[in-house]
């Protein structure tokens, strides 16, 4: 398989689970919980630039609700596809984050923000204002 093939079927298969995680969520929430992850999902990049991947990961933790499904959504896309930076199932996520050394950290960084944009995109065109 060539590099470009590789890249081609790792975008298609985030894209794939974007989709199906966004249509399940706003399929499973009300309306009201459904305008708060669309703006959580739109924002998050944001936070992740400014702050860092870790402290937004910790202030998703922390706030609970629909931020925590984000998390908790990417957290489960990182543990199929980047399966060797999470080799504790037991230790919570935000605390494997911060606990890499720099490369990995900016290699999952990256990962996130490229699974944000799809789920993005996504939500923005099944959860209307």
């Known amino acids: 398989m060539t ?15 974007a989709y199906n995680i966004v249509a399940n969520t706003i399929q499973k929430n009300s309306p009201e919980k459904n305008s708060e992850y669309r703006s959580y999902i739109k924002k998050l990049p944001s936070i992740i630039q400014v702050n860092g991947l870790g402290q937004a990961l910790a202030f998703c933790f922390s706030k609970g609700g629909e931020y925590k499904r984000i998390y908790d959504q990417i957290y489960v896309w990182l543990k199929i596809n980047n399966k060797e930076y999470f080799p504790n199932e037991n230790e919570e996520f ?7 050394d720099s490369k990995e950290y900016r290699v999952i960084t990256m990962e996130v923000l490229a699974l944000l944009n799809w789920m993005r995109r996504f939500v923005d065109g099944m959860v209307k204002k």
């Open 3 to 17: 590099l470009e093939n590789h890249r081609v079927k790792i975008e298609n298969g985030r894209a794939d689970y």
């Open 94 to 100: 935000v605390k494997a984050v911060i606990n890499m």
